[in-house]
């Protein structure tokens, strides 16, 4: 294999390609390559919230692809450089859009602070489908009305759905109408760093000084917060003091509030009592216009048909499709030739594999079963009990019984129906599936859709 900084580098100049000229100046150029002691490549960053930004919006997934395509199998890592960091003029003179406020000033009217935001994460790039149209609204709505609408707005859904794009679309938006607003944007991860350094630097009053002042504050992946007590109780009196002086709060988390093991009973009922909304797997029509919407301004945008493979394959997550397409991207960049049928199916064979050993949720089950009887997704948990949609229904419960690690209540939960319901349904389908031909090669087609070998049944 070559010296992973040369792979490196073909691999930097394909990704050129993919990517608006500022956006690749700002955060590809400057990474600094240099190859492991095993073999592998290490990208030198400035500091830990470069890092972490880097991890963050989607930039992992598309360096990820590339080096795929330069060279199978090379594994890469960002590492933290404090002699990269950029100069007090570097960063006088860096891009408005992607400004690097510093993460623990106290605040002044204004100021954005926090983790620094995706320019490319607004309102109007985010493709919105029946997966998370009701996310968007309410986050629209938030944005235009903060602290009077959905106060705390807490938006739940699995890795690379668009939870971050979608609270990141808040502050560029409140931003954009009211440049006085005071506005945190910040992980729980970096929130919980930032604790720790208060309490060992005596500078608790700091911290809360930073969190409470401020008209918008937004925290990503809430979940990890049970990990530690004391942010609980700090983010709790946080949490009454914005509410009590009306200052938006948004959230994201990957599960329901009141499925966060070690999570304080207080904060359950404060996430709660707001609104909750969540996102799902995109379903097929999104994933394309997603795709197309990634190709627009390209100069040599991939045929509808390869994007039409991606999306029929790729169905759990934005950060897969989009790692897909930057793959076939560079593999065309990179040797200068057209794609085919046969190398697009080669080049997404480990993301493919990849797929098809995440275990589906149930709202992946319920969507590729409405895709497959031609049903919308709302019909799965209906009130509704006409054979047409009694019966897919029935086969969805079956299915996540199979595929799912989720118990009886859970899935009776997850289609707003009795435990008894999902016990029927897991009974009656295999019966139907031995005496209905036309049942059993649905419920195979949807074995494919998902991944999953009808033989695990």
């Not at 080096?67 to 960091?85: C, I, K, M, Q």
């Not at 008894?420 to 059993?440: L, Q, S, Y």
Request: hydrophobic letters at 40%.
């Amino acid at each position: 294999m070559d010296d992973p900084v040369q792979i490196w580098a073909r691999a930097r100049e394909a990704l050129r390609g993919t990517m608006d000229p500022g956006e690749f100046s700002r955060w590809i150029e400057p990474l600094a390559p240099s190859a492991a002691e095993d073999g592998s490549l290490r990208l030198g960053v400035g500091d830990d919230f470069a890092k972490s930004w880097l991890e963050d919006n989607y930039y992992q997934t598309r360096i990820e692809a590339a080096l795929a395509a330069a060279a199978p199998g090379l594994r890469f890592a960002f590492v933290v450089d404090a002699s990269l960091a950029p100069s007090a003029d570097d960063a006088a003179a860096a891009a408005p859009s992607a400004p690097k406020p510093a993460p623990r000033a106290k605040g002044a009217p204004g100021e954005m602070r926090g983790v620094p935001l995706n320019p490319d994460f607004t309102f109007e790039n985010f493709i919105t489908g029946p997966s998370n149209s009701f996310a968007q609204a309410a986050a629209l709505q938030v944005a235009s009305n903060p602290g009077g609408s959905y106060n705390p707005l807490l938006v739940i859904g699995a890795t690379g759905l668009g939870k971050t794009h979608l609270m990141q679309a808040v502050a560029h938006a409140v931003h954009k109408r009211d440049a006085r607003a005071t506005i945190v944007y910040i992980t729980l991860e970096a929130m919980l760093n930032d604790l720790i350094d208060a309490i060992k630097n005596g500078t608790n009053a700091d911290f809360r000084r930073r969190y409470r002042h401020t008209d918008l504050l937004l925290v990503d992946d809430i979940q990890f917060i049970s990990r530690s007590p004391q942010l609980q109780e700090e983010f709790f009196n946080t949490f009454n003091a914005l509410q009590n002086e009306r200052k938006q709060i948004v959230l994201t988390c990957d599960r329901p509030p009141n499925k966060i093991q070690g999570l304080d009973e207080r904060l359950v009922s404060r996430f709660q009592q707001g609104l909750v909304t969540d996102i799902q797997s995109p379903e097929y029509a999104t994933r394309m216009a997603i795709l197309k919407s990634k190709q627009a301004g390209a100069a040599e945008p991939l045929p509808d048909e390869f994007l039409a493979y991606i999306a029929e394959n790729i169905t759990s997550n934005v950060r897969q499709l989009e790692g897909a397409l930057t793959k076939l991207v560079c593999y065309r960049n990179l040797l200068g030739k057209p794609l085919t049928r046969e190398i697009v199916e080669d080049q997404l064979r480990g993301i493919l594999d990849q797929e098809k050993r995440a275990e589906p949720s149930c709202q992946d089950i319920q969507r590729v079963v409405a895709e497959e009887f031609d049903l919308r997704l709302a019909d799965m948990t209906s009130k509704e009990r006409p054979q047409n949609v009694a019966m897919p229904r029935q086969i969805a419960m079956f299915l996540c019984r199979s595929f799912t690690n989720k118990s009886l209540p859970e899935i009776a939960k997850a289609f707003d129906k009795t435990h008894a319901t999902v016990v029927h349904a897991c009974k009656t389908i295999p019966g139907r599936m031995e005496t209905d031909r036309t049942i059993r090669a649905h419920v195979e087609n949807i074995c494919d859709k998902l991944g999953r070998d009808p033989a695990q049944l």
